[in-house]
């Protein structure tokens, strides 16, 4: 069975940053790719950043590049997602998905990830 699970999300200020954590019970290497997704209370679940698991080549929705950097530990079997400059639309549950599927990078499509964390909050006030 694998597990995701995530940590590191918390409340902040506009303008503030958080570190979130997605610790797996098995080798990331084992997946194609890690993403980071979110949603906010009665929207859908989007995806915000994704990383190849063997050579770490990233991808970042339009709406948080510059401001977001997604990072593996391979030995640590874990991903990061730093989150700077953070604003109150970016509050919402965020997930860390897996997926063996040679998806691309860009392809941030819920569906297509297999195995998913339980979440954590985020929340940013203004």
């Known amino acids: 069975q694998v597990q995701l699970v995530e940590s590191g999300g918390g409340l902040v200020h506009t303008g503030g940053s958080l570190r979130l954590s997605c610790a797996a019970s098995?080798?990331?290497?084992?997946?194609?790719?890690v993403g980071w997704f979110r949603q906010a209370p009665g929207r859908e679940r989007e995806g915000v950043s994704s990383i190849i698991t063997t050579d770490g080549r990233t991808y970042y929705t339009d709406s948080v590049k510059g401001r977001f950097t997604i990072s593996r530990d391979i030995a640590n079997n874990a991903v990061y997602l730093q989150m700077d400059n953070l604003k109150p639309e970016d509050t919402a549950v965020y997930y860390c998905?897996?997926?063996?599927?040679?998806?691309?990078?860009?392809?941030?499509?819920?569906?297509?990830?297999?195995?998913w964390g339980q979440g954590t909050q985020v929340t940013v006030s203004s």
């Open positions: 098995r080798r990331i290497r084992d997946y194609w790719v």
């Open positions: 998905a897996s997926t063996s599927k040679p998806i691309f990078l860009y392809e941030l499509d819920p569906s297509l990830y297999d195995y």
